[in-house]
Nanobody, 125 residues
Framework: QVQLVESGGGLVQAGGSLRLSCASSGRTLSIYTMAWFRQAPGKEREFVAAIVRLGGNTYYADSVKGRFTISIDNAKNTLYLQMNSLKPEDTAVYYC??????????????????WGQGTQVTVSS
C-alpha cells in the first residue's frame, strides 16, 4: 500500500503561482509513475502532468504545458507541482496519484493506482 497526502492548495489571483506537494509513504519503492490530476466542479477528472519516479521523464497536458512543472524528490518521497501564470480555468481540486505501472504516465489510471485526498486550488480573476 502507498499513502499520499497533498498540500499547498489555496486561493491565488490570476497570473500568480502556487506549489503543490504530495508526500508519499508506505511501499514507495513499488512506485513507477506519479501524476497530478484535477477535477473542477461539474467536470470530469482531468490529467495534468506525470513523471517517472526513477529517471524523471515528464509528460504534460497541453493545457498546462509551459506553465506547470512536475518534479520529484525521491529522498523526501515527495512529488511537486509548480504552477505559474495561473488562470481562473485552473480552479479545481488537485489530486496526486501513484502507480506501479507506466499507464499513469499518459494519464490512464487503473483500479490499482493510489490517490490522495485532494487539495483545492482557486484562481480568482
Amino acid at each position: 500500500q502507498v499513502q499520499l497526502v497533498e498540500s499547498g492548495g489555496g486561493l491565488v489571483q490570476a497570473g500568480g503561482s502556487l506549489r503543490l506537494s504530495c508526500a508519499s509513504s508506505g511501499r514507495t519503492l513499488s512506485i513507477y509513475t506519479m501524476a497530478w490530476f484535477r477535477q473542477a466542479p461539474g467536470k470530469e477528472r482531468e490529467f495534468v502532468a506525470a513523471i517517472v519516479r526513477l529517471g524523471g521523464n515528464t509528460y504534460y497536458a497541453d493545457s498546462v504545458k509551459g506553465r506547470f512543472t512536475i518534479s520529484i524528490d525521491n529522498a523526501k518521497n515527495t512529488l511537486y507541482l509548480q504552477m505559474n501564470s495561473l488562470k481562473p480555468e485552473d480552479t479545481a481540486v488537485y489530486y496526486c496519484a501513484a502507480s506501479a505501472s507506466p499507464n499513469l504516465y499518459y494519464g490512464r489510471p487503473t483500479k490499482d493506482d493510489y490517490w490522495g485526498q485532494g487539495t483545492q486550488v482557486t484562481v480568482s480573476s
